[in-house]
């Protein structure tokens, strides 16, 4: 049997409300027509088009509701992944509300795995910052952040809030020669969970990294994402290494 003429029709389908989003006539927030409205508009059978609003809801471009119908997802912020950005500067530049919760500021003994990501001795004393970044109130990002005192001596003199956040402030006192990211997804910890205001069995972005200055580790911070709130993501030439990979 020739499986290519319905899966032309879903993507049809799925194409027709891409058109519908990118055009603005269906904005985020609104109801869209209802299934049976869709199929007799389109000419497609209902299995075809509940199997496009059912990718384009896995997508995160629709969200189903039983027993109330089909509404388009409001759009989830992006922040970079191959730059070091603040996020208080992200979320001002969509026009939004920022504030910071700092749940902890203190110094400490380096742990096993904290003292190998700063490549310093365990036990070692090292700074370490807690806290949970806004945007219009609603929690997007846990920062977990480790600083090298031998590098930024004053960190934990700082005021960091609303006002002053610690990404800033490292990169205006030190400027980094290298950098690594690793991403990776899973479940928030029962603790990372609370701080972040969701339910434990939410997926979860998880973004490590730590940067260098003259070979020595700065920070080494893990910034936790709720899967349902943010995103990950860059655009950037392709040079002609990429191209051949």
């Known amino acids: 049997m020739d499986k290519t003429v319905p899966q032309a029709l879903y993507r049809q389908a799925k194409d027709f409300v891409h058109g519908k989003l990118a055009s603005g006539e269906w904005k985020p927030g609104d109801l869209i027509p209802s299934e049976n409205r869709l199929v007799l508009e389109l000419g497609m059978s209902r299995m075809t088009v509940n199997r ?19 509404f388009v997802a409001k759009a989830k912020p992006q922040s970079n992944l191959l730059q070091i950005t603040n996020i208080a500067d992200e979320i001002l530049a969509r026009g939004h509300r920022y504030r910071c919760q700092v749940l902890h500021l203190a110094r400490e003994a380096a742990s096993m795995s904290i003292a190998a990501a700063l490549s310093l001795p365990t036990g070692a004393s090292v700074f370490h910052l807690l806290c949970v970044h806004y945007e219009e109130d609603v929690a997007v990002q846990l920062e977990d952040r480790y ?7 004053d960190f934990l003199h ?8 610690s990404a800033r402030y490292l990169l ?19 603790d990372e969970a609370r701080h972040l205001q969701i339910d434990a069995s939410e997926p979860c972005l998880v973004l490590m990294r730590r940067t260098w200055h003259k070979d020595r580790v700065v920070t080494f911070v893990r910034l936790v994402h709720p899967s349902s709130r943010y995103r990950l993501g860059s655009r950037l030439p392709v040079t002609g290494a990429w191209r051949n990979a």
Do not use: W, Y
């Open 147 to 153: 600083v090298n005192p031998q590098t930024a001596p």
């Open 52 to 70: 496009a609003l059912r990718e384009l809801s896995e997508e995160g471009r629709l969200v189903r509701v039983s027993g109330v119908g089909t």
């Open 158 to 165: 700082q005021p960091f809030g609303d006002q002053v956040q």
């Open 172 to 190: 205006q006192i030190i400027e980094p020669d290298e950098m690594e990211h690793i991403v990776e997804a899973g479940h928030p910890s029962a």
